[in-house]
């Protein structure tokens, strides 16, 4: 469907962004988005570290401020880090100046070349200003955990079903998103580790 995967017309809108990596190799790059917060990242990590698989954390620059031994943590443990703005911000309801203000201001807390806009929002001229200090990422995969409105045993099956070599997949560690995600994770795990699937942190 669209939104879980987006064609490639959509992506070749963005020059410049990453939506997917190599993809003739068995690889999943595993996101998580919205964090760090005591409530939901400690459990995502310790998953992570059962299965000893490394992934990618866009955090919230404001998270980080509020709870930075979460956020300690999460490096600790060997993740990559991204900024995903101080204030999650949607870049189309937002100009430029104040966009990229608000970017640099997380990278105070944030040390990373990783970008990914929240919402996926980016307008051209926030791309130019970020392009040539970061390297931006979107997804191939998005897993929609944050809709309330879907059964966790539909994220899981999402998931499944989009994901592919080289896909960059997209989950939150948030409290919306907190029920979802609890559920489909291991499963999708467990399954993607039976195709053969390996996993690395985002270039
Ligand atoms: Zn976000």
């Given at each position: ?60 620059g404001d998270n980080v401020r509020k709870h930075p031994e979460v956020y ?132």
């Amino acid at each position: 469907m669209f939104i879980e995967q987006l064609p490639n017309w959509v992506r070749r809108l963005y020059p410049g962004v990453k939506w997917r990596e190599d993809a003739t190799s068995k690889v999943i790059y595993l996101t998580f988005d919205d964090g760090p917060i005591p409530e939901v990242t400690p459990w995502v990590l310790d998953v992570l570290d059962r299965y000893e698989i490394k992934a990618t954390f866009f955090c919230v620059g404001d998270n980080v401020r509020k709870h930075p031994e979460v956020y300690q943590e999460v490096l600790r443990r060997g993740h990559r880090v991204g900024n995903h703005t101080f204030n999650h911000l949607r870049g189309f309801e937002i100009g430029c100046s104040r966009y990229v203000e608000n970017v640099h201001k997380a990278s105070e807390w944030i040390e990373s070349d990783l970008f990914r806009p929240p919402h996926g929002q980016l307008r051209y001229a926030q791309l130019d200003a970020l392009l040539p200090e970061y390297r931006i990422v979107q997804w191939d995969v998005i897993s929609r955990d944050y809709n309330g409105k879907l059964k966790p045993e539909k994220v899981l099956n999402i998931v499944k079903r989009y994901a592919r070599n080289g896909s960059i997949v997209v989950f939150h560690d948030s409290i919306k998103a907190e029920k979802n995600m609890k559920f489909a994770l291991p499963k999708a795990l467990d399954y993607w580790i039976k195709q053969g699937f390996t996993f690395r942190t985002l270039e």
